[in-house]
């Protein structure tokens, strides 16, 4: 390999790419994880749309104080 084959500092580690994704309304990019997940900006989901969430009991991890 010589000096012009050399990567550029910090380009050899390869980089995680999000995929865009879009409200499914608006069509507008969503960057919140819960929008994400959904496919639905805040200002278009509905409160009635709400993912219920649900807490719930889990053993400890092994090895975890």
Known sequence: MTSTDDPLPGTDTPEAVRLRVTCRRCHRPLH?????????????????E?????????DPLPGVG
């Open 32 to 48: 919140d994880p819960e929008s994400r997940i959904l496919r639905l900006g805040p200002e278009c989901r509905d409160p009635a």
């Open 50 to 58: 709400r993912v219920p969430r649900h807490d719930v009991e889990q």
